[in-house]
């Protein structure tokens, strides 16, 4: 499994931007940033530059939109643009079914930003009738995101999904409109790709995002591995709980990666960092990390549990917050 960091909230001047695709693919790279989701406003016309852009920088531009309505923003990956205006409070599935149709896959955007009349639309309205039909959410939305008052409740409602069984990815969205020396640090998605060789692709991405292998995080990469049985699992997989005894007794490294660009090191603090292994029943464990780089292994009873998934505590800027975590192991 190849990691690598992406940004898939940005805006260019084809919606609300100030900076073209090429200033911020420039400044993306700088930042060691592997790829981007173009997200305009209610445009795609931003991606005529696609190919020029990464040819130059060496970052991957993946194809994305921002239905932006009065009822909600939801984010469109890997389709061209996909008609969104004749979509009312109560029948969102029917934009989002021509997503799908069309191999694409769609989140919903800072699901509890503020709304009207700070900015239209932007909280959440959308009656959403089936959850399974959702890919992904905003869990982390800005920068500087553990920090944000808005993300609480939605890291919230992504857990009561989670809980009620439903498999929706969390991610991270900067909304990239602009960039200056001041900005805070952003937190950054890291895909767990297949594909090893080769800049990453939009199947790439969007298979990534769909099945759950993610990271979201504000510097260093955790990355877990499980054996349960005859089976070994990782981020995103769905483990048949069944078939591992009668215990369902599960062993589990979780490794943690210290950012690998200089720009990822901001205003963190090494000392006094736990992971935290995290269920639908409540936190499982905690777990000291000794070293900026670690290897933690813990065994753990999986009978009866729906997903776990990882979380690395510690300060940041001065204050006790979330510094990264992994997308659920789910449990058959």
Same mark, same amino acid.
């Given at each position: ?23 911020? #693919? ?7 940033? !592997?790829?981007?989701?173009? /997200?305009?406003?209610?445009? /795609? ?56 149709? =069309? ?12 709304? !009207?009349? $700070? ?9 959403? =009738?089936?959850?399974?039909? $959702? ?7 800005? /920068?500087? &995101? ?22 929706? !990815? ?9 960039? !200056? ?6 937190? @950054?998605? @890291?895909?767990?790709? %297949? ?6 692709? /939009? ?10 292998? $993610? #990271? ?21 997989? %769905? ?14 490294? %979780?490794? %943690? ?13 090494? =000392?006094?960092?736990? $992971? ?51 997308? &659920?192991?789910?449990?058959?």
């Amino acid at each position: 499994m190849k990691w690598l960091p992406f940004e898939l909230h940005t805006h260019t001047p084809h919606s609300d931007g100030t900076h073209t695709l090429l200033e911020m #693919c420039t400044k993306a790279r700088e930042l060691g940033l !592997s790829g981007i989701a173009l /997200t305009d406003h209610n445009t /795609t016309s931003g991606m005529a530059d696609a190919a020029a852009v990464t040819a130059e920088t060496g970052v991957a531009v993946i194809p994305g939109l921002e239905w932006t309505t009065f009822y909600g923003h939801m984010l469109t990956l890997g389709v061209p643009y996909s008609e969104w205006r004749d979509l009312g409070p109560t029948d969102i599935h029917k934009g989002i079914d021509r997503v799908h149709r =069309q191999g694409g896959i769609v989140g919903i955007a800072h699901p509890f930003s503020l709304g !009207s009349p $700070i900015c239209t639309g932007c909280h959440w309205e959308y009656a959403v =009738q089936d959850w399974s039909r $959702i890919d992904y959410m905003e869990v982390w939305h800005e /920068t500087l &995101p553990p920090m944000r008052n808005h993300n609480a409740p939605a890291f919230d409602m992504w857990t009561r999904l989670l809980n009620e069984g439903y498999r929706i !990815s969390g991610t991270a969205g900067r909304d990239w409109h602009r960039s !200056s020396d001041e900005d805070d640090p952003p937190a @950054f998605t @890291f895909l767990g790709l %297949v594909r090893e060789a080769g800049l990453p692709g /939009t199947e790439d991405v969007v298979d990534a995002i769909r099945s759950g292998r $993610i #990271c979201v995080s504000m510097g260093p990469l955790l990355e877990l591995q499980m054996t349960c049985g005859e089976g070994s699992y990782g981020i995103g997989d %769905v483990v048949d709980a069944e078939n591992a005894g009668a215990d369902a007794s599960c062993e589990l490294t %979780v490794r %943690v990666t210290p950012a690998a660009h200089p720009g990822r090191r901001l205003g963190t603090d090494e =000392q006094g960092r736990v $992971i935290i292994v995290e269920t639908d029943a409540g936190e499982m464990l905690r777990l000291p990390v000794k070293e900026e780089a670690d290897e933690i292994r813990c065994s753990f009873g999986a009978k009866g549990l729906k997903w776990m998934r990882i979380r690395l505590s510690g300060m940041l800027n001065g204050a006790l917050a979330t510094i990264a975590f992994t997308n &659920p192991v789910y449990f058959k």
